[in-house]
């Protein structure tokens, strides 16, 4: 039982490059989310997916799209990354939105 | 969004000694959960708590939602306790909200 996994853990892009984030969690639960979190700041929610075919945007959903390709996998890609998406990415899941959220062990980025 | 503040925002402990921290919220909710970020990144659920009192081994928390903030307790802190303390908050979405954070550091 692996609980939530992402990869990669370390990625460098340069400017305009696009990437995918992967993010799989073996709980059964049915939803999941996107974070970012900077330095000496609190997570902020990027997108969530309450359910399997369902997506919807968080906080700071600008530059990012998201793919919930079946109940075990929520995808996040940065089309053309920009160095302010420097920070690091965590993947999260629950049984629903009132219940205790896991996280993933996160995906620092870094673009030049 | 619903605002969140987080206090005091660093405390350093001797091994042993007891604190508590606070967190604030500017709205009614029925979501809250802390987590511990430890110092390798990686976020820990300590308690799922949008009211009512909850303990596990030395942590317990407890959350007042009609006068909108929540207290975590540490009592006999350990090394290992050292990290990040985040409280979040949410109302009947899915979007939680997270505090700045209180970094504890606990020194031997």
């Known amino acids: 039982n692996a609980g939530v996994t992402q990869t990669p853990k370390f990625q460098v892009l340069k400017t305009g490059q696009s990437m995918t984030l992967q993010c799989a969690q073996d709980m059964n639960h049915n939803s999941m989310y996107w974070y970012r979190q900077d330095p000496g700041m609190g997570l902020r929610l990027i997108y969530y997916?309450?359910?399997?075919?369902?997506?919807d945007k968080g906080e700071v959903p600008n530059g990012y799209n998201v793919s919930r390709l079946n109940k075990r996998e929520f995808s996040l890609r940065l089309e053309s990354a920009a160095p302010s998406q420097t920070s690091v990415y965590f993947c999260a899941s629950s049984l629903s939105y009132q219940e205790t959220q896991y996280f993933g062990p996160g995906t620092r980025l870094l673009v030049l | 969004g619903i605002q969140v503040e987080q206090s005091p925002p660093d405390l350093i402990l001797q091994e042993g000694a007891n604190s508590t921290l606070r967190c604030n919220f500017s709205?009614?909710?029925?979501?809250l959960q802390w987590f511990h970020q430890n110092p390798w990144g990686q976020l820990i659920n300590l308690f799922y708590?949008?009211?009512g009192t909850k303990q596990n081994g030395r942590l317990s928390a407890t959350t007042v939602a009609t006068e909108r903030y929540s207290l975590l307790y540490i009592s006999s802190s350990q090394t290992t306790d050292s990290g990040v303390y985040f409280c979040a908050v949410g109302r009947d979405d899915y979007k939680l909200s997270f505090g700045a954070g209180t970094t504890v550091t606990v020194r031997a």
């Open positions: 997916s309450a359910s399997e075919g369902t997506t």
């Open positions: 708590i949008p009211s």
């Open positions: 709205d009614s909710v029925n979501n």
